[in-house]
């Protein structure tokens, strides 16, 4: 176990930071691990478990008091709204994403705390290139999650650059997990197809079948967001952010996927026109080269190991 840091985790009733709460006080211990949301959900143990703040990112007196009196040295900032709930509301995705981080990064400014700031997919848009998506190109996004991702990235830039806060960032693809459940993202269907299939054996996918994305488990998610926290920051050379994948699949590669496991399993495709629009701006594929040189990104789980993990860990969990 790794002492030493005092880790303030937003937005940690969330499908990742439910995870990461967890991951992060089994390295670092319990006490050392901070987690805070703006309530407490009933179906969470994450506040019994370990420090609970309740804390609202748009309150930036909130944050600098947490930071102050917890004497907080790291942040893993993942307070947000996911892409097509954030399309529904524009204005509050903006509030929280945007100004929740820049309300972050001011009350982290005096102590000068690292801050790990998850950006995502979501900054490419109809005009980078579709396969393979350099590190480094064209960032023109068209949905409101998009511009405030980008624009996340390069406010990550500025506090770097002219106040030396340590920020470092993924873009993160479509998050499969076996633990919490999503929340509004364009990917959903991906973690969703497995419930349904061992609950109800059909699934109703709302997106078209062909439609490829990148996707990582999230065993990998939280041990790429520690691992590049704790890299040597002189190979870093992008810092903020880097290209991270594990696997590109469609709906209809991962239903037959799943299939194989459950015979009888069907399923149908009732299109979400907002989602698959969102989807269909969105790279087939990811270049995560730079992850994989600058702070030795390699993910663990392929595809098929991934789905045979989710049916075995959500079989035990549903009977």
Same mark, same amino acid.
């Given at each position: 176990?790794?002492?030493?840091?005092?880790?303030?985790?937003?937005g940690?009733?969330?499908?990742?930071?439910?995870?990461?709460?967890?991951?992060?006080?089994?390295?670092?211990?319990?006490e050392?691990?901070?987690?805070?949301?703006?309530r407490?959900?009933?179906? &969470? *143990?994450? !506040?019994?478990? $370990? %420090?609970?703040?309740?804390?609202d990112? @748009?309150?930036?007196?909130? /944050?600098?008091a947490? #930071?102050n009196?917890?004497?907080?040295?790291?942040?893993?900032?993942l307070?947000?709204?996911?892409?097509?709930?954030?399309?529904?509301?524009?204005?509050?995705?903006w509030e929280i994403?945007?100004?929740?981080l820049?309300?972050v990064?001011?009350?982290?400014?005096?102590?000068?705390?690292?801050i790990f700031?998850? &950006? *995502?997919v !979501?900054v490419? $848009? %109809?005009?980078?290139?579709?396969?393979? @998506?350099?590190?480094?190109t /064209?960032?023109?996004? #068209?949905t409101?999650?998009?511009?405030?991702?980008?624009?996340?990235?390069?406010?990550?830039?500025?506090?770097?650059?002219?106040?030396?806060?340590?920020?470092?960032?993924?873009?993160?693809?479509?998050?499969?997990?076996?633990?919490?459940l999503?929340?509004?993202?364009?990917?959903?269907?991906?973690?969703e197809?497995?419930y349904? !299939?061992?609950?109800?054996?059909?699934?109703?996918?709302?997106?078209?079948?062909?439609?490829?994305?990148?996707?990582?488990?999230?065993?990998?998610?939280?041990?790429?967001?520690?691992?590049?926290?704790?890299?040597?920051?002189s190979?870093?050379?992008?810092?903020?952010?880097?290209?991270?994948?594990?696997?590109?699949?469609?709906?209809?590669?991962?239903?037959?996927?799943?299939?194989?496991?459950i015979?009888?399993?069907?399923?149908?495709?009732?299109v979400?026109?907002?989602?698959q629009?969102?989807?269909?701006?969105?790279?087939?594929?990811l270049?995560?080269?730079?992850?994989?040189?600058?702070?030795?990104?390699?993910?663990?789980?392929?595809?098929?190991m991934?789905?045979?993990?989710?049916?075995?860990?959500?079989?035990?969990?549903?009977?």
């Amino acid at each position: 176990m790794k002492m030493g840091k005092k880790i303030l985790v937003t937005g940690s009733m969330g499908q990742i930071g439910t995870e990461l709460v967890r991951y992060l006080r089994k390295i670092y211990g319990s006490e050392s691990v901070i987690a805070s949301g703006r309530r407490i959900k009933e179906d &969470s *143990s994450i !506040a019994e478990e $370990g %420090p609970f703040e309740l804390l609202d990112v @748009t309150d930036p007196g909130q /944050i600098a008091a947490v #930071i102050n009196n917890k004497r907080v040295d790291t942040i893993y900032h993942l307070a947000s709204i996911l892409s097509a709930k954030g399309e529904k509301d524009p204005q509050m995705l903006w509030e929280i994403n945007m100004n929740g981080l820049l309300n972050v990064f001011e009350a982290a400014r005096p102590q000068g705390c690292s801050i790990f700031f998850p &950006s *995502s997919v !979501a900054v490419f $848009g %109809p005009g980078s290139p579709k396969d393979k @998506t350099p590190q480094d190109t /064209i960032t023109r996004p #068209i949905t409101v999650y998009g511009i405030a991702k980008v624009t996340g990235e390069m406010l990550c830039d500025y506090y770097h650059l002219k106040y030396g806060l340590d920020i470092r960032s993924m873009r993160y693809p479509g998050i499969i997990s076996n633990a919490a459940l999503p929340g509004g993202g364009t990917t959903d269907y991906a973690v969703e197809i497995f419930y349904d !299939a061992l609950r109800e054996g059909k699934h109703n996918c709302p997106l078209q079948e062909n439609t490829q994305l990148d996707f990582i488990y999230m065993p990998d998610a939280l041990e790429g967001a520690v691992k590049l926290m704790e890299a040597d920051p002189s190979k870093l050379k992008h810092r903020n952010a880097f290209n991270v994948t594990a696997f590109s699949i469609t709906p209809k590669q991962l239903y037959l996927e799943v299939q194989k496991h459950i015979p009888e399993f069907t399923i149908t495709y009732e299109v979400d026109p907002v989602k698959q629009a969102i989807a269909d701006s969105w790279p087939n594929s990811l270049d995560d080269s730079a992850a994989r040189t600058e702070w030795d990104w390699n993910p663990q789980y392929g595809f098929e190991m991934m789905t045979t993990d989710m049916l075995n860990v959500l079989t035990a969990k549903l009977s």
